[in-house]
């Protein structure tokens, strides 16, 4: 790995230690709440105009709503989608080759509790 490569990784595994010591709080006590990340963050080919796109999954769409609010009230997500958990597994694995995508390059960031 070359030195830029090497810097890239660095600072992208930087980041992603930030995000998820930030979300993790707001995951907290909440049974069976996860936050993934996607996009090119994820991926690793980010660049200096990169935002920062999240998954709120929750077991319920109530839950996941309220968790993707957080997420944007504490400005960690530019572009935040709510998914029930049930959803979240549907579309990971399902059919369409866009959200099959974003399931294979997407990284957990924090977890709540199991149910």
Do not use: C, Y
């Amino acid at each position: 790995m070359g030195q830029l490569a090497e810097l890239r990784d660095k600072l992208r595994q930087e980041r992603l230690g930030r995000l998820s010591a930030s979300v993790a709080p707001l995951v907290t006590g909440h049974e069976g709440s996860e936050v993934w990340l996607f996009g090119s963050w994820a991926r690793g080919d980010w660049d200096a105009r990169s935002d920062v796109d999240l998954i709120a999954v929750a077991p319920l769409a109530s839950e996941a709503e309220s968790l993707a609010d957080r997420l944007i009230q504490a400005l960690l997500g530019d572009d935040v989608i709510a998914l029930e958990t049930s959803d979240w597994q549907a579309r990971r694995s399902g059919g369409d080759p866009h959200w099959r995508a974003i399931g294979r390059d997407a990284i957990l960031i924090a977890a709540g509790s199991r149910p």
